[in-house]
């Protein structure tokens, strides 16, 4: 790394916090592309900005007991990670996956920081989540378990200080059952979560958001290689929210979908997948994604999802988890002819697998921008909520095309101010650290 500043702010991030290899990535990354945005602007340095951008403001780690079917005591791990709070009230999901540690949560709310930046929204950057893993349980363990889970997370959060929402693992069923608890206990009606049901201040869009948002981030990168989603093949990862919302839109858009995962493996239907299936073994049954090879004829099922990317295609959209793409599945992308990525999921694809697609000079989409539709609706959320009223579809989705359109703007002319035209990873990371940056000054320290 050949900035001091930089270079000394990583060592310290890194011996910080020993170990926590997703926390490290994410840092690395944004540090890296910010070098020429330093090295133009000092006082960024003088001010201590970097310091100061990647140190948690706060970080709330608690026990979460709870009492499962069989009436015997578990206890898991919970915690909020408040990141920076420049821009306004901390705004990030809570993931409920057995995975979960420091690392993980603190990765994704470094990004978070940036993200909500690029929405042009007043949300500052925060993340939580828990080791308990939702699959398998029954609806009143999970419900026990939001209940604990919340019975702590409720003091140190609240509409105007720190508004969570949905992630891996957290859907509107969770969010039912934290928002439940934190009426009960602080005795308050406000937006306090977002993604909640609709007929309790929930918005309409924000189900389909981040998947919608993706693509609408997609189809700006396609347009500036002149062509569009029309007659494309796109492969999906995931099988979650924003995976099958993105798939919902993409078909809208008159493109064919032809592969779809979870974490057991992944369903290849060369016909197109029915979404109206994957909706109702996932949304419903909550079955697994090998299921759907047993309903249609035309699908075939292959253990280990990360073979996803063998299947040639025009796009790809990462939409499962953290590292879920690498090197090799990029450059096999590559070879089979696939023009553009945009990340649905946090960080899916490895350092690697970015490298070969800007050198391949395939259109990459990162997360922090490209998947940012869901924050940015949670934000028309908190807005609805304030002022007591429900927008209606049509509204919200257009406000959120219209988010999204500006994003990729700020990322590609960001790129194109600091020299690395056409590429939106620098690009996204210098638009949505100048404006925290900057706020930061302001605000002093
Ligand atoms: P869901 O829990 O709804 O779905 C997650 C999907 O990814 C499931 O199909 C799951 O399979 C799969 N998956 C999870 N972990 C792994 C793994 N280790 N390997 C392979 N597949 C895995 O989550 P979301 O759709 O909400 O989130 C997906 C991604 O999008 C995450 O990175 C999240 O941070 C990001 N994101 C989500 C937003 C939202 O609004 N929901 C907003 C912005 C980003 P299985 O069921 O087998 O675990």
Redesign the pocket.
């Known amino acids: 790394m050949n900035n001091q500043y930089v270079a000394n702010t990583l060592e310290t991030v890194k011996r910080r916090y020993p170990g926590e290899v997703e926390f490290h990535q994410a840092v690395t990354e944004v540090l890296e592309s910010l070098i020429p945005v330093i090295e133009r602007n000092k006082e960024f340095e003088e001010a201590g900005i970097l310091q100061r951008i990647t140190e948690p403001e706060r970080q709330v780690l608690f026990m979460v007991p709870w009492v499962d079917d069989k009436g015997k005591v578990q206890v898991n791990r919970g915690m909020r990670i408040q990141f920076n709070s420049a821009l306004g009230p901390y705004k990030g999901?809570i993931?409920f996956?057995s995975?979960v540690n420091t690392s993980i949560i603190k990765f994704?709310g470094f990004e978070q920081i940036f993200?909500n930046s690029l929405t042009g929204l007043m949300m500052g950057g925060g993340k939580g989540g828990s080791d308990f893993d939702p699959?398998g349980k029954s609806d009143n363990e999970v419900m026990r378990f939001c209940q604990s889970f919340m019975t702590e997370l409720c003091r140190h959060i609240g509409a105007d200080t720190d508004v969570p929402?949905?992630?891996?693992?957290?859907?509107g069923r969770e969010i039912g059952f934290m928002f439940g608890q934190y009426k009960r206990i602080r005795n308050v009606f406000h937006g306090v979560l977002t993604?909640k049901g609709l007929q309790y201040g929930g918005s309409l869009a924000?189900t389909e958001?981040?998947?919608y948002g993706c693509v609408y981030f997609c189809d700006e990168m396609l347009k500036d290689k002149k062509t569009g989603f029309e007659n494309k093949t796109v492969v999906i990862?995931?099988?979650?929210?924003?995976?099958?919302y993105a798939a919902q839109k993409v078909q809208s858009l008159g493109a064919k979908v032809v592969a779809m995962?979870?974490?057991?493996g992944y369903v290849y239907d060369a016909d197109g997948i029915k979404l109206d299936i994957v909706k109702n073994l996932?949304e419903v049954e909550r079955k697994?994604?090998s299921e759907y090879a047993k309903e249609v004829k035309s699908a075939k099922y292959t253990e280990n999802?990360?073979d996803i990317w063998t299947i040639p295609c025009d796009v790809a959209l990462p939409?499962?988890?953290?590292n879920?793409l690498d090197g090799k599945s990029a450059q096999i992308l590559a070879k089979n002819g696939c023009i553009a990525v945009a990340e649905?999921?946090?960080?899916?694809s490895t350092p690697d697998a970015v490298k070969v697609f800007l050198d391949a000079k395939i259109s990459f989409g990162p997360?922090k921008a490209a998947?940012?539709?869901?924050?940015a609706t949670?934000g028309l959320e908190m807005a609805q909520n304030s002022q007591r009223l429900s927008w209606t579809f049509d509204e919200v989705d257009a406000k959120l095309h219209q988010i999204m359109i500006n994003i990729h703007d700020s990322a590609k002319n960001a790129a194109l101010e600091y020299n690395t035209p056409g590429n939106l990873v620098n690009g996204a990371n210098i638009a949505g650290f100048l404006k925290v940056a900057g706020v930061m000054l302001a605000q002093g320290f």
């Open positions: 999901g993931r996956h995975s994704l993200k699959k929402a949905g992630d891996i693992g957290v859907g993604g924000r958001a981040t998947g990862s995931g099988s979650g929210n924003v995976a099958i995962s979870d974490s057991g996932k697994r994604i999802c990360f939409c499962a988890t953290q879920e649905g999921a946090n960080m899916p997360g998947n940012a539709g869901g924050v949670s």
